[in-house]
């Protein structure tokens, strides 16, 4: 079984600040973590994956992600928010070996402001 | 690279009709998916296919949704009929390889509204 917990529905923070978005999962093989993004009226776009390779993970757009096993975390933060970053932000995981059966957390809305 | 393309991006229709979203994977890509998003429910899987076949179509809510997937390039889902609780966001998305491990790759979506 795999689960992925959005600890926050909303985040705000202003512009220039750091970003936080926190996700904590459930699984019971190896996971592979994933984060997406979604622009108002857009489609997902993946920021980043984390496949048991290197535990930090570099994604698009200067957010990263850290993966720590002990305490079944895997934060998204980026250390300067943009207006442009405003938009719903989904923490996936699978735990199957393959992407085909992925569980999505219910989103965290990131609203930045000036 | 043209991405997933979704068809229509929007869809108005009125309760009893039938409604069909099309949906393009990107090429090479050998399995695809059909989710729906609302804001009660969240993102939801419908079905995925695998080189065309179906493999799990747990998902699709009832006997009035149907999708088919007739070759690599081409997958279509149905609703007949259309009701107004149908109304949400429907995207379709394939997967492949990127970075040497799969990763599923969404289209636009299809925002339907049933009146």
């Known amino acids: 079984a795999q689960s992925v917990t959005q600890l926050d529905s909303h985040v705000s923070v202003s512009e220039g600040t750091p970003v936080l978005l926190r996700c904590n999962y459930s699984?019971?093989?190896?996971?592979?973590l994933f984060w997406y993004v979604q622009h108002p009226n857009k489609g997902l776009q993946l920021l980043l994956k984390?496949?048991?390779?290197?535990?930090l993970v570099k994604g698009i757009n200067g957010f990263e992600a850290e993966f720590k096993k002990s305490e079944t975390s895997f934060h998204l933060t980026k250390p300067s928010a943009h207006m442009s970053d405003a938009a719903e932000y989904f923490c996936?995981?699978?735990?199957?070996?393959?992407?085909?059966?992925?569980?999505f957390g219910t989103g965290t809305r990131l609203q930045v402001t000036l | 690279d043209a991405g997933v393309i979704q068809s229509p991006r929007h869809e108005v229709t009125e309760m009893g009709q039938e409604v069909t979203l099309r949906c393009k994977p990107i090429?090479?890509?050998?399995?695809l998916f059909w989710y729906r998003q609302t804001m009660m429910r969240g993102l939801e899987l419908l079905i995925y296919?695998?080189?065309?076949?179906?493999?799990?179509d747990s998902g699709m809510p009832e006997d009035r949704f149907s999708a088919k997937m007739p070759n690599a390039s081409f997958s279509t889902l149905k609703i007949q009929p259309s009701e107004p609780r149908d109304s949400a966001v429907y995207f379709c998305?394939?997967?492949?390889?990127?970075?040497?491990?799969?990763?599923?790759?969404f289209g636009p979506g299809t925002r339907l509204t049933v009146l």
């Open positions: 296919f695998n080189n065309n076949v179906p493999i799990d």
């Open positions: 998305a394939s997967l492949g390889l990127a970075g040497g491990t799969d990763t599923q790759y």
């Open positions: 090429s090479g890509h050998n399995s």
């Open positions: 699984s019971s093989y190896s996971p592979s």
């Open positions: 996936v995981v699978t735990s199957t070996g393959t992407a085909s059966k992925l569980t």
């Open positions: 984390y496949t048991s390779a290197a535990t």
